[in-house]
């Protein structure tokens, strides 16, 4: 550590605090934005890096809560500079938003080492956005907090909750199976989006702010704090005055992002009934930070967690209930008591995160229940293997049918979306309750991007029986306000030759949850003649980030993040500019 004039030197001095003729570019090209030269006193520099978007409705409000954060910063004694990066919002990005994940990551990760940053806020929320930015501060390794965006209010149509996304898929089958009228379909759609935020389900968004808080990352309640409900402002606040603090403390991410961490978010993540692409984007940041998970530790750990919190999909409330009735900071206690936390976990308040949850009340056992009457006995996810998925796949036994979670049955196959388009609601159709729905090439490379196109919409002739599910397995991802007894992220892919890509219309596949299984019933010999006869489809993809991604993309066991960019890189710069 250096010392000047009784001050640490940060990062940000290397461009501010010369007195040669690049000190003199750096200072005055700020200056026309009507700085005074005392904001250069040696001051740490904040960064804040805001996914706000008027094309991301779901953080469409981030900007309120960036001069929030600034405040804070102000307070402590730090200069904030605010900073954009990409936005990526799953209900407009087409093909999907997961593609640019990574894409975002990068900005992230280049926008924090080449300009002049000690600290790091990320604001973040609609889902793909809080596992970019974690992956690109990861890897430059600075101080960094986050504030998630928050979710909506609760949907209300016809005397009751809705849920975003979970009622979406709900009354679109209600409308297919003629039980919902059309008209009342398009009514419902301003009744459940009614304020700023994102999903109020325990959809991705949700899950990656609840992940965010039992890593370490945020504030106690960055999860659960309602979007439009003034104390996210008041989070907003306190974590830009946090930040300064951190910055002075030199408290990096990798302080934080320890193994003891990921296994705490891994059980916080069955405790709370949370998406399954939580198991991807963790996977990924822990690749960025340099420590070593794997599938097996979220099966291995998540299974001895009970779903306690009874939250759509997998249960009956929403966020703002569970904000109320104590969010994830009385989830977290309710482990500790029971040995199912690492205690001593360093948070970026400065505490242990059992310092910051050991008080924490319940205030509603009906939406935060007890360990004697859990939602789903066993929760987290289930991660599936066999010869159908020799890499894994996965699926959420809080969201599952209990009936499905041992079967056999014949498959419908689908060589991809388009064909499954085709194929659905075709009267003539092989299909009856029974059977197992197969969708192929939707995998990372195979969509490409890995689209939330695995709970496949059943076949009409089936909703009209009364039937709500049936057994689905692909190489896609589903959304976390999904539900059903669907199997996902199938590896390796069928794009890439996997098993998946050879089965065929009429052959059988036993799911076994409790065993883990996830078998084809064709013989090794038969199943290796399809293998070599297989080729690759063509993806008519040419040049640009998709031909990048799809050149490096990993395979989902393993995060999906490019092969180029794991690793942590640090923060320094190579060349100075001249």
């Not at 640490?8 to 005074?36: E, L, V, Y």
């Not at 935060?368 to 894994?392: K, W, Y």
Request: include cysteine; hydrophobic fraction near 40%.
């Amino acid at each position: 550590m250096s010392e000047e004039s009784g001050k640490k030197k940060f990062r940000s001095a290397a461009w501010f605090g010369r007195t040669d003729k690049d000190g003199f570019i750096h200072r005055s090209w700020m200056r026309n934005q009507g700085w005074p030269s005392h904001v250069f006193d040696g001051r740490p520099v904040i960064g804040i890096c805001n996914t706000w978007s008027e094309l991301n409705p779901c953080n469409a409000h981030l900007r309120t809560i960036a001069e929030r954060v600034k405040i804070g910063v102000w307070e402590a004694g730090g200069f904030p500079l605010e900073f954009p990066v990409m936005s990526m919002g799953e209900t407009n990005m087409r093909p999907t938003a997961m593609l640019f994940r990574n894409l975002a990551s990068m900005d992230v990760e280049e926008s924090i080492r080449a300009n002049p940053i000690d600290g790091v806020v990320l604001l973040c929320g609609c889902d793909k956005t809080t596992p970019a930015l974690i992956m690109g501060a990861a890897s430059c390794d600075l101080p960094a907090i986050v504030v998630s965006g928050g979710a909506m209010l609760n949907g209300k149509f016809q005397g009751r909750d809705i849920g975003s996304g979970t009622d979406v898929w709900r009354f679109s089958e209600a409308v297919k199976g003629g039980t919902m009228s059309l008209q009342q379909f398009m009514e419902a759609e301003s009744c459940m989006s009614r304020s700023g935020g994102h999903c109020m389900t325990m959809g991705t968004a949700s899950t990656m702010a609840n992940m965010v808080e039992a890593l370490g990352l945020g504030l106690p309640q960055n999860a659960a704090i309602p979007a439009v409900d003034s104390r996210r402002l008041t989070l907003a606040h306190e974590a830009g005055r946090r930040i300064v603090a951190m910055v002075h403390e030199d408290l990096r991410l990798s302080r934080i992002l320890t193994r003891e961490a990921f296994e705490n978010a891994i059980r916080a993540n069955g405790a709370v009934g949370g998406s399954t692409n939580a198991v991807i984007h963790l996977l990924a940041i822990a690749g960025r930070i340099g420590v070593r998970l794997s599938l097996e530790e979220w099966d291995r750990l998540g299974r001895e967690v009970p779903t306690i919190v009874d939250l759509m999909p997998s249960g009956r409330f929403l966020m703002e209930d569970y904000f109320y009735a104590g969010g994830l900071p009385a989830v977290l206690r309710a482990l500790g008591e029971k040995g199912l936390l690492h205690k001593d976990t360093l948070t970026v308040n400065g505490k242990t995160i059992w310092e910051n949850c050991e008080n924490a009340d319940n205030w509603n056992s009906e939406v935060i229940r007890g360990f004697d009457r859990p939602l789903v006995e066993h929760g987290g996810i289930a991660v599936l293997r066999g010869n159908l998925a020799p890499d894994g796949a996965v699926l959420k036994p809080s969201a599952a049918s209990a009936h499905l979670m041992k079967h056999r049955a014949r498959a419908v196959v689908f060589e991809n979306i388009e064909h499954y388009q085709e194929r659905i609601n075709d009267p003539s159709l092989d299909v009856d309750e029974t059977c197992v729905l197969v969708l192929k090439n939707c995998g990372p490379k195979g969509y490409p991007g890995m689209a939330e196109v695995g709970n496949m919409g059943l076949p009409p002739k089936v909703l009209s029986k009364g039937v709500t599910d049936m057994v689905r397995i692909s190489d896609a991802r589903m959304s976390g306000t999904a539900y059903g007894t669907v199997v996902l992220h199938t590896c390796p892919e069928a794009a890439v030759g996997g098993p998946l890509a050879v089965v065929q219309d009429g052959d059988m596949i036993e799911l076994d949850v409790e065993a883990r299984r996830l078998h084809l019933d064709v013989s090794d010999q038969e199943l290796q003649a399809r293998l070599a006869n297989w080729r690759a489809p063509e993806t008519g993809i040419r040049g640009g980030y998709q031909e990048l991604y799809v050149k490096h993309v990993m395979q989902a066991n393993t995060g999906a993040d490019l092969d180029f960019l794991v690793g942590c890189r640090g923060s320094e710069v190579t060349r100075e500019s001249h």
